[in-house]
């Protein structure tokens, strides 16, 4: 008997993105999109698509993604972030499971990311695996944790062979600009559990040599540089991620917030 496939989806101002990733999963039996307060077209491109739309104010990336989980009705479900379409590839493979008898209950997705105006299938960025395809109610997704949050599922796990895209950021003022706040949210994390890198040896290795060998890493030894210029400015500006990250959380833990200044 062909299993039911439920779409899960948190969305904001994803006007730009979402009518081309709803296209590719039209066919599922239910669209979920859980919005947090969209002021431009996003709702009415998901309505459009006959997606059951609500709204749930922001609380977190895994908080936001459990509340879509929580109203899926299907036997599956795609958990899809607004800006990932399928391959049609991948769309035919997941029918094709469906309509089986699914080996696993969970499977990973390979990723393809499209990061400064390059699909990048090099230094650690491909394949991308996501867990994403899952059994209703045999996964979910640790909160608090800060933007990449993973649904968490006990058991073995199958991978699917074809990709899902991923237009993460098309240009680098998008790329800059998620960079800059992802690492404001992951410093909030790291100064919350204590580590600010206060001594000079934590110092050291968090805010500058983890950045430069994470840079050698994955643009010589896992071969980043095939991916041309885009793939230089990205392994540069991530390594600044990893600096930016750890240089804020230290911030954090000698002033007490990111926007004070020492002794007031």
Known sequence: MRQTLSVAMIAMNEETNLARTLETVKWADEIIVVDSGSKDRT???AQSYGAKTSYHAFGGHGEQKNVALDLCTSDWILLQD????????LQKEIQALLASEPKYTAYWIPRLNLI????MRHGGFYPDHKLRLFKRGSARLSEGVGPHSTPQ???????LKHDMLHYAYPNLVVYLEHMNRYSSEIAQLLAAKGKTSQSLPAFLWNCLL?????FVYNYVFRLGFLDGREGLLLHLNHSVYIHWKFIKAWWIGRTGGLNKVPGS
């Open 43 to 45: 709702l009415e491109i």
């Open 82 to 89: 607004a800006d990932e379409p399928l391959t049609p590839e």
């Open 116 to 119: 400064i105006g390059r699909w």
């Open 153 to 159: 599922h006990q058991g073995p796990k199958g991978t």
């Open 210 to 214: 983890n950045p430069w060998a994470t």
